[in-house]
């Protein structure tokens, strides 16, 4: 018996879905509040939520992150009026199982939570989840969400396409990928195409024939051969030529080549894993980029997400690289002061994992014998965007700076700092949605308004996690 909850403020749709999902065997309840049903769900263990997008007391697309890193981390249905196709498209992009328009309509509305059940108990049964991890550390919703979708790619045999920007660890996905597949024990081929100079692409790919140019003083397999049996990585393959484009979608599609030099074409049984931190869709739409290739490339797509979007991993992550580098030195391993990790998850890392990797043993190595890391070892950009967000100051660095909206109106809101010491966390959350709401999206305003930097300020944001939208 699976168990449901539906939070809508209509109490009488409410009390019709509920009995239709009792009468098919199954646990339901509700609540009429977005705070209430928050509660629910962080107290029980629910496999599926029903949730209204437009409720009295806040919105639910807010609210669908944190539900779903509840504990039982439910499948959630986004129920949303005829019309607002918006709620749908942000819903799926949140993470959302699926949506259903009112008025309902129980067929359709049962078709979507049959299917929701089944998905969950296919998760439940898929143990275990991962072989080997290679090293991959995160327990935050969007780690959890790429790694199982890394299951998925690891059991099949269709075609990956790995996103992210630089240093989200597209590649140790893709080792990941392939040593959970059934094709762990072959060979694991990288092609770096940003380097692949075009002159010598395909004697690197195809490999060459003695004598089919100068200085080929004997034959070489390519690449694609040595991946035959085993997985062949296409690291930034957004830098390909359009020729070369070209070239490798017949590769694809036949798996057959031809060295040159050679009259004869070979076959590679080859698995495909493509990785880029390019948007390969509007590099179709410039002509950069072939479509037909695209849409072969992404049978299947694990989009990482970039560090400030996964804050909550951060001290996880720089506990398990210290240990990692206190043992290949040798040295004890240091522990982090409070205000150190602070200062990490304060910095918004635009070169994600690899920077904070690399920060991390810069500090380890200015901290030398001492035993416990403190902000003091951290590099001086770091360092600076911290302070200020402890004197809670933005750039403007003046706390009585004019406070204005857009259109130059001021705004009626206090510092944050002026509220905290009377209000919890969610004074705190409902004082960040209204300085985004008055500041229309403006995170430079809303620093200026609010008293913050522009890291801590996104800081804060990843820790309720509210996007910030821009609005005209």
Not at 9 to 36: H, M, P, W, Y
Not at 310 to 339: G, M, W, Y
């Amino acid at each position: 018996m699976s168990k449901v909850l539906i939070i809508d403020d209509d109490e009488k749709l409410c009390g019709l879905l509920t009995s239709f999902i009792q009468a098919g065997g199954n646990d339901a309840s509700f609540v009429l509040t977005l705070r209430e049903g928050l509660g629910r769900a962080a107290d029980g263990i629910y496999d599926v939520v029903f949730l209204d997008v437009r409720m009295p007391d806040g919105n639910g697309l807010e609210a669908l992150p944190k539900i779903r890193q509840m504990p039982s981390s439910p499948e959630i249905i986004v129920m949303t009026g005829l019309g607002y196709a918006d709620d749908a498209k942000t819903a799926i992009m949140n993470g959302a199982w699926d949506y259903v328009e009112k008025p309902l309509f129980l067929d359709s509305t049962n078709l979507v939570l049959s299917r929701a059940f089944q998905h969950r108990q296919v998760k439940k049964e898929r143990t275990p989840i991962i072989q080997d991890n290679m090293g991959i550390v995160g327990s935050s919703v969007p780690v959890r969400d790429c790694l199982d979708l890394l299951v998925q790619a690891a059991d099949s045999e269709a075609s990956v396409l790995i996103t992210g920007e630089t240093g989200t660890g597209k590649e140790l996905f893709a080792w990941a990928i392939h040593r959970n597949s059934r094709r762990a024990n072959k060979n694991f081929v990288v092609v770096d195409c940003a380097a692949l100079c075009e002159t010598l692409a395909e004697s690197a790919l195809f490999g060459h024939e003695r004598g089919a140019f100068t200085g080929a003083d004997r034959a070489r397999d390519g690449l694609i051969a040595e991946a035959d049996g085993g997985t062949l990585f296409l690291d930034e393959v957004g830098e390909l030529s359009l020729s070369m484009q070209k070239i490798f979608l017949r590769v694809l599609q036949e798996h057959c080549f031809r060295p040159l030099g050679s009259k004869n074409e070979m076959k590679s049984n080859f698995r495909l894993v493509v990785a880029t931190n390019r948007d390969l869709d509007q590099m179709v739409k410039n002509g950069d980029f072939r479509a037909d290739l695209l849409y072969r490339l992404r049978a299947l797509n694990i989009c990482l997400p970039p560090l400030r979007e996964r804050t909550e991993d951060i001290e996880e992550l720089a506990r398990h690289h210290v240990a990692k580098v206190c043992k290949r030195q040798n040295t004890v391993v240091k522990s982090f002061a409070p205000d150190f990790l602070e200062a990490l998850k304060s910095y918004d890392w635009p070169g994600n994992i690899r920077e904070l990797f690399s920060l991390l043993e810069s500090a380890i190595a200015v901290a030398g014998d001492e035993t416990m890391l403190v902000p003091h070892h951290l590099s001086g950009r770091l360092r600076i965007g911290f302070a200020q967000g402890l004197l809670g100051r933005g750039k403007e660095k003046s706390e009585n700076a004019p406070r204005t909206t857009p259109d130059g109106n001021l705004l009626n809101l206090p510092l944050l700092k002026e509220i905290r010491t009377a209000a919890a966390n969610d004074a705190e959350e409902q004082y960040l949605k209204n300085l985004l709401l008055l500041a229309r999206g403006d995170i430079r305003k809303s620093c200026r308004v609010a008293g913050l930097s522009r890291p801590r300020l996104y800081s804060l944001l990843s820790k309720y996690r509210i996007l910030p939208r821009r609005t005209s």
